[in-house]
């Protein structure tokens, strides 16, 4: 190995592609143990085969990336190798405490009512994006709750279970 | 090819109620606000307003219908360009340029750009049918399974032109899809994948899945932003702009026509049509065009070129419909479901015994298109404030508007709980560079491919020279085959004139 440079490890790349992996291999041995007549894995099969292929293509030619042992090199990488944009810790932070509310929203809007989680949601979310007036917030949020409970409510032939409305 | 008397018959028939024309403008915006919000499909704002056609006569209920189709279909280019989410299927490849192109400030020429490209390709699609309906029809008939799935192939290929900077990315994520596209019940009626969850039989939810590949993870991804655009004088609405972005559109008069054609052709096709035909003329317009790099960036070629052929899909769907009685999907079901309540069936012995009532349906449309341009001008001029919204404003609620309407699909938790999973997988996939629409593409063509291969091993015995009986296919197969090559020799003409330049 050349000693004037050091190979980064993509983590974050190799953990998508792991999952990616995993799903195709779980969805593979699912589709045999089902059957393994023609009519089942015709397509699936090669399929599979040639995701897995792909993903270890990428694991070896995109997963890890040169870069000079004493600093990183602007013009250095590929556009197939490098890291992606950088953020800063709070700016990821911020991306992640969205997509956990927003997962809390899918999953107890069915329970807690459309109603009650649809504030509660945006209520939340308005502040992780950076709302700071509480009352800017609470108002805004009552009023597109209201506008898409009784909006979509007059619109869709379902009804939406609801706590408070 | 143009039958005179039954032209003559039809102005007749167009004519004898006035009060039915006065069902266009609303019938338009309805078309228009449902096909907006995401997540309300232009099937859903159709059935809805079925049940009132059934007690209009059948010219009115007919152009008020065909009002709402004409335009929710150019309503979902509205968020696509505003906000990366296409509406339907069709509206996908606007988001590759029409986003861009806003987030650079250019949304008032990206919304003028497909409006134009929309009314255009929808009058063009509408002229060529005149003409063409009936040889259309009769290869649509023609087609079995294997030209099926080489048209899904020819769509998966396309993958290559929208597979961002590396090509082993780009196949991963469309194999990664194709592969999601196949979960649950296959047409042999084995089960696979769905971890015991009963809603998975029939498959992934595609629109959810869409919506949280392209638009809820780009918008998690905006959470640190301010506005849509950064620069506060770009943010400005200005009509001046949508007419000149309008205007632009007739500077491409070969795209315009490309995309009309391709629209037409591949719009006929049950199925398969609509979600093909846009990217299909953007991989042709890609190749074809000098600047052809650029695309994806936020160049106004690509946005005429999705749009024109989104829009002229109608048109040749609309022909399918008519000529054989297939409805190439949801909407134009609704359209034969409301022909059918008037005692009026589609099929070919309609299109021979009654072209009057075919030519008047495609005049009320010509009509609908010119006044889809006045009443369009008017909306996108409002849609447009959406860019002024704050990012704090617009994240949140585009995100719970995005929850309903994957909810208002079917009124179970099935749509919101996809929506979340592939919002997150889209933002990773985002992060490292993989091209999501190909996801997308995947995952639309999925069961189709499967379905259509497995209906040609079962026709043909397993028998690979059957292919060979299939002129049909083997003419897909070349174009295809022409296609590739042809991309591959502009790309490497590209890359040598760039090398010369520098």
Redesign the interface.
Do not use: C, H
């Given at each position: 190995m050349n000693p004037s440079t050091r190979i980064v490890v993509n983590w974050g790349h190799l953990a998508l592609l792991a999952v990616i992996a995993t799903v195709i291999a779980a969805y593979l041995i699912d589709a045999r143990a089902t059957s393994l007549k023609s009519n089942n894995l015709l397509f699936i099969q090669p399929a599979c085969v040639v995701g897995l292929i792909l993903v270890a293509v990428v694991v070896v030619t995109q997963g890890f990336r040169r870069v000079p042992a004493a600093a990183e090199t602007p013009g250095a990488e590929t556009s197939e190798t490098k890291a992606p944009a950088a953020q800063s810790m709070s700016e990821l932070g911020k991306v992640g405490a969205l997509m956990a509310v927003f997962v809390a929203l899918a999953l107890s809007m069915g329970t807690i009512g459309f109603d009650v989680a649809t504030f509660g949601f945006l209520v939340i979310a308005l502040r992780i994006c950076g709302e700071k007036s509480w009352l800017l917030n609470l108002g805004y949020s009552a009023a597109f709750t209201l506008l898409l409970i009784y909006g979509y409510g007059a619109i869709i032939p379902f009804p939406f279970p609801l706590t408070v409305l | 090819m143009l039958d005179l008397s039954a032209v003559e018959s039809a102005f007749g028939i167009l004519t004898s109620s006035y009060s039915a024309w006065l069902l266009v403008i609303p019938g338009l915006l309805v078309g228009l606000f449902?096909g907006a919000m995401p997540g309300?499909s232009i099937t859903?704002a159709m059935a809805?307003f079925l049940p009132m056609t059934m007690y209009m006569d059948f010219l009115p209920a007919i152009i008020f219908l065909t009002s709402i189709y004409t335009g929710a279909g150019f309503g979902g280019s509205v968020p696509a360009v505003l906000m990366n989410i296409p509406g339907t299927s069709s509206a996908v490849a606007t988001t590759f340029d029409g986003y861009p192109m806003a987030r650079a400030g250019r949304h008032n020429e990206a919304l003028g750009l497909a409006l134009a490209a929309s009314v255009i390709g929808c009058l063009a699609s509408y002229i060529l049918l005149l003409f063409l309906i009936v040889p259309v029809s009769g290869a649509v008939l023609k087609m079995g399974p294997l030209e099926l799935s080489a048209v899904a192939i020819w769509g998966m290929l396309l993958l290559g032109s929208l597979s961002g900077?590396?090509l082993?990315?780009g196949?991963?994520a469309g194999?990664?899809g194709?592969?999601l596209g196949?979960?649950g019940m296959?047409t042999?009626g084995?089960?696979?994948?769905t971890m015991g969850v009963p809603w998975l039989l029939d498959g992934i939810p595609t629109i959810p899945a869409m919506m949280g590949l392209l638009a809820?993870s780009q918008l998690?991804?905006l959470?640190?932003t301010?506005y849509l655009i950064d620069d506060e004088a770009s943010r400005k609405i200005s009509f001046r702009r949508i007419i000149g972005g309008f205007r632009e559109t007739l500077n491409y008069p070969t795209i315009m026509l490309r995309g009309t054609v391709i629209g037409v052709v591949i719009g006929a096709i049950p199925g398969v049509g609509s979600s093909i035909s846009n990217l299909l003329s953007y991989s042709e317009a890609k190749r074809n065009a000098p600047d052809g790099h650029t695309f994806g960036s936020g160049n106004p070629k690509g946005v005429i070129a999705a749009e024109s052929a989104n829009s002229s899909s109608e048109g040749g769907a609309m022909a399918t419909m008519l000529a054989l009685g297939i409805p190439g999907g949801g909407a134009t079901a609704i359209l034969l479901a409301a022909f059918a309540t008037h005692n009026i069936v589609g099929g070919p012995s309609f299109i021979a015994n009654s072209k009057d009532i075919v030519y008047a349906i495609i005049f009320s449309n010509f009509a609908q298109a010119i006044l889809l341009l006045g009443v369009g001008l008017g909306f996108v001029y409002m849609a447009g404030y959406i860019v002024r919204v704050p990012?704090?404003?617009l994240?949140?609620?585009v995100?719970?508007?995005a929850?309903?309407g994957s909810?208002?699909i079917?009124?179970t938790?099935s749509g919101?709980?996809t929506?979340?999973i592939f919002?997150?997988l889209g933002?990773?996939?985002v992060?490292?560079?993989y091209p999501v629409a190909a996801t997308v593409v995947g995952l639309l063509l999925g069961g189709l491919?499967?379905g259509n291969?497995?209906r040609t091993?079962?026709i043909s015995g397993?028998d690979p020279s059957y292919a060979l009986e299939r002129p049909g296919a083997i003419v897909i197969f070349g174009l295809m085959a022409a296609s590739i090559g042809l991309t591959a020799w502009s790309s490497r003409k590209r890359k040598r004139a760039a090398r010369l330049a520098a």
């Open positions: - | 449902f309300i859903m809805i900077n590396s082993p990315r196949l991963l194999v990664f194709l592969l196949t979960i296959n042999a084995y089960v696979r994948g809820a998690i991804g959470v640190n301010k990012m704090r404003f994240i949140p609620s995100l719970v508007v929850v309903f909810y208002a079917d009124g938790s919101p709980i929506l979340v919002s997150i933002w990773v996939m992060r490292y560079d491919v499967e291969l497995l091993w079962q397993g």
